[in-house]
């Protein structure tokens, strides 16, 4: 994570299969929205991923429940552009997209793997946009 606080700008890398955690289905090694992102409410996110494997994966914004309850995602993210190409389609298999996104809502959102069941599989950490958040941070579960 790396930000711009005077510009009010988060940059996100999100890396997919990270390692063998939940059987691949992470992104930076976490899963089942264990950790995820903080981020102050009306910066610009700007999200660099990339998927190690072999097997198609994407990421998108949506709502936390829909995350952890849907088995199909669909194609549109909750906030405008917040998703990879194709997320629940084609993916990206072994190479780095971009997007960028305004997060004009505060609340509790998902960055969630697209593809039918990946989501509910685990494959997504938790995205918190939070008005009274002076920066952004990435935040881990305790082992």
Do not use: W
């Amino acid at each position: 994570l790396e930000q711009d606080e005077a510009k009010k700008v988060a940059f996100l890398h999100i890396i997919a299969t990270f390692d063998a955690s939940n059987y691949g289905m992470n992104f930076n090694g976490v899963f089942k929205s264990m950790g995820g992102y903080e981020i102050p409410l009306g910066y610009t996110v700007k999200v660099k991923f990339c998927n190690n494997s072999a097997v198609p994966h994407s990421v998108m914004v949506v709502d936390a429940a829909d995350a952890e309850r849907k088995i199909n995602l669909g194609d549109e993210p909750y906030f405008p552009g917040a998703c990879t190409p194709n997320p629940n389609t084609t993916g990206t298999t072994t190479k780095t997209e971009t997007f960028k996104f305004v997060a004009d809502e505060a609340g509790d959102f998902a960055l969630a793997c697209g593809f039918p069941t990946h989501s509910l599989s685990g494959h997504r950490i938790f995205l918190k946009i939070k008005k009274d958040l002076a920066k952004a941070a990435f935040v881990v579960p305790e082992k």
